[in-house]
């Protein structure tokens, strides 16, 4: 195979790849909202959004409107929820699927203080459940648990590929009877998914770079 052959297969193989994800994915945010309690007080949270080239949606719990997403410490709130729901959707049919995502929380816990959350990815198309799972964050005061801030980055499969799917999540805080204002502290601070596609599409796009990269060397 002649050196242009080459050259020409490594950029068809990147403009390939690179063309199936420049229109970007449909992200669209259905709920971001959390509730205070005693008062019943209703925060709206901001969502940070990027659909190209992969989609990733981040809830900025801790600049909830009038309240950030905080219970305990110095607020006289002891319970609270946070509830994100989000659809993901790949417009022009021609993008890998994405496999899972990058799950990222971070928070803050003192005492007695905890946040308990539960998350599920569905098929749109199917209705299968590709994600169904729970975690807990725990003060000091528990078995096990840690007083101060916490951040997780860990990564989720889902069950299997999908470009169609809707994501449900809630987060529980609490002080467990605790008095407040006082000790006592469950804060979320930031919720996000980076997600990701199958590993066909970032090999093909990866080969096409490496062989133009390669090809440039031996000009040179």
Same mark, same amino acid.
């Not at 990027?50 to 719990?61: A, K």
């Not at 905890?114 to 590709?130: C, G, H, Y």
């Not at 930031?190 to 596609?197: A, F, G, K, S």
């Given at each position: 195979?002649?050196?242009? &052959? ?17 229109? !970007? ?9 959390? $509730? ?6 209703? =925060?709206? +949270? ?10 990733? $949606? ?5 600049? @909830? ?6 219970? @305990? *410490? !110095? ?14 959707? *790949? ?9 899972? /995502? ?10 007695? @203080? ?6 599920? $990815? ?8 590709? #994600?169904?799972?729970?975690?807990? /964050?725990? !003060?000091?005061? #528990? ?9 997780? &980055?860990?990564? %989720?499969?889902? =069950? ?9 999540? +809630?987060? %529980?805080?609490? %002080? ?14 930031? +919720? ?21 990269? @390669? ?6």
């Amino acid at each position: 195979m002649t050196r242009w &052959n080459k050259l020409v297969m490594s950029v068809a193989a990147a403009v390939a790849v690179a063309s199936a994800y420049a229109s !970007g994915w449909n992200v669209t945010v259905l709920t971001s909202v959390g $509730v205070l309690n005693p008062g019943t007080v209703v =925060s709206t +949270v901001p969502t940070t959004i990027i659909s190209n080239p992969l989609p990733q $949606v981040t809830f900025n719990t801790a600049g @909830g409107v009038p309240n950030p997403i905080l219970v @305990g *410490d !110095g607020t006289n709130f002891t319970n609270g929820t946070f509830t994100g729901v989000y659809s993901i959707n *790949d417009p022009t049919n021609s993008k890998n699927a994405l496999t899972g /995502f990058n799950f990222v929380v971070s928070g803050f816990v003192q005492g007695t @203080g905890r946040i308990v959350w539960f998350k599920k $990815v569905v098929d749109r198309d199917t209705s299968a459940v590709l #994600y169904d799972g729970t975690g807990v /964050f725990l !003060g000091g005061a #528990y078995p096990g648990g840690s007083d101060g801030s916490f951040s997780v &980055n860990t990564f %989720i499969p889902l =069950s299997m590929p999908s470009s169609n799917f809707t994501v449900f999540e +809630v987060f %529980i805080l609490d %002080i467990a009877g605790a008095n407040a204002p006082g000790f006592d502290t469950a804060g979320l601070l930031l +919720v996000e998914q980076d997600w990701v596609p199958e590993p066909a599409s970032v090999l093909a796009l990866g080969a096409g770079l490496a062989g133009l990269v @390669g090809l440039r060397r031996r000009k040179k």
